[in-house]
């Protein structure tokens, strides 16, 4: 077993817009936990809201603070009271939901929803959000947080892979069936997620709305009909293209309160909207008539339970072209350039790595 250091590197968040690349001690390694040496961790559009300041209390609960959830690495030590396994040498990507495993939620499988969530020692934590993540060296998690990789799977598909759950998730909730029409409002990575999932479980025709270069992207990655918000209508664009009748199925992967309008506008009656966004806390003015009229059905959906495996599964088919989609590697020593290159959409940036 290789030796594990007292202290590490990391990249801690002390204040708002202030992360500062320090040595601390390595995160508080109990029996029941998993210590990993962190391979890579990938830069979310979250950690820049977190980093911004403007989700505490919530996320984050305290400063100083370790963000990042977007994790991967190998096993370095398994906490004695753990049933499990793992063993050292191991390599895992990390789920970073944990629920108290006790309220009903988290019994009937929906960890994510734990009626624990923002109630001190309530057993509910948010690895990189309510409890230090992995921009750092070592990492810690509960066994069942660690899913093992396959033997071919490559640390850019692992970070790749907490993407594709939470696109998964959302198409376990708005059903992809055969020959549907699925329109993807954002064509960010999460987007391009989707847009790959719903082609691989039987979409016979997709659009992807969003501006510059990342639709091109999409177009690449299989995408029937591209639509640029700047230049066209993009309920118009799907309208007309359906004959008037409206996608099955869309999912809006955006967040503005005008995409979340365009989703339903664009929807089939009879059809169904997940939105997937985050908008801020922004009112959305929806027309509730034609809701209610053509029955259309608007799911909420966050998170990922239960889509790691099958996620994992898929990426090692072959079934998601991740080289497309993580784009930029950075040192964890030039934490601060990376945040700046993928804030400011730089150079076709599409998913950041940092490496330790």
């Not at 309220?103 to 499988?109: E, F, K």
């Not at 934590?125 to 230090?132: Q, R, W």
């Not at 339970?305 to 072959?318: E, K, M, T, V």
Request: glycine letters at 12%.
């Amino acid at each position: 077993m290789p030796t594990i250091p007292k202290t590490m590197r990391a990249a801690v968040t002390r204040g708002a817009d202030d992360v500062r690349i320090e040595e601390v001690p390595l995160p508080a390694f109990e029996p029941g936990l998993v210590l990993v040496k962190v391979a890579a961790c990938g830069i979310c559009g979250t950690d820049l809201h977190i980093l911004d300041g403007h989700m505490a209390p919530m996320w984050p609960p305290y400063y100083p603070f370790i963000q990042g959830h977007e994790w991967c690495g190998t096993v370095a030590a398994v906490g004695s009271a753990c049933k499990t396994g793992l063993k050292a040498g191991d390599r895992v990507i990390m789920e970073p939901t944990i629920g108290c495993g006790l309220c009903q939620n988290c019994r009937q499988g929906s960890y994510h929803l734990c009626l624990e969530t923002g109630k001190k020692g309530g057993g509910y934590k948010l690895l990189g959000h309510t409890a230090d993540g992995a921009f750092s060296e070592y990492g810690v998690a509960p066994p069942t947080n660690l899913h093992k990789m396959p033997g071919s799977m490559t640390w850019e598909e692992a970070v790749i892979t907490n993407q594709v759950v939470i696109a998964l998730h959302a198409l376990d909730k708005g059903r992809v069936e055969p020959a549907d029409r699925v329109a993807i409002l954002g064509p960010g990575l999460l987007g391009l997620s989707v847009l790959q999932l719903a082609r691989a479980f039987g979409a016979s025709r997709t659009y992807v709305t969003g501006r510059g270069y990342r639709l091109a992207i999409a177009k690449e990655l299989g995408a029937d009909v591209v639509i640029d918000v700047t230049k066209e209508d993009p309920v118009k664009v799907v309208m007309e293209d359906t004959g008037g009748r409206g996608a099955d199925l869309v999912v809006e992967c955006a967040g503005p309160p005008e995409a979340m309008k365009q989703a339903v506008g664009m929807a089939r009656r009879g059809g169904r909207v997940v939105i997937e966004g985050i908008n801020g806390g922004k009112e959305v003015p929806f027309v509730t008539d034609r809701i209610v009229l053509d029955e259309i059905t608007l799911i909420g959906s966050r998170g990922s339970p239960n889509c790691y495996p099958r996620a994992i599964q898929l990426i090692a088919d072959g079934r998601i072209a991740t080289g497309k989609m993580l784009t930029h590697r950075f040192l964890l020593a030039d934490f601060h350039e990376a945040i700046r290159m993928f804030k400011a959409r730089e150079d076709g940036v599409m998913r950041v790595m940092i490496t330790p």
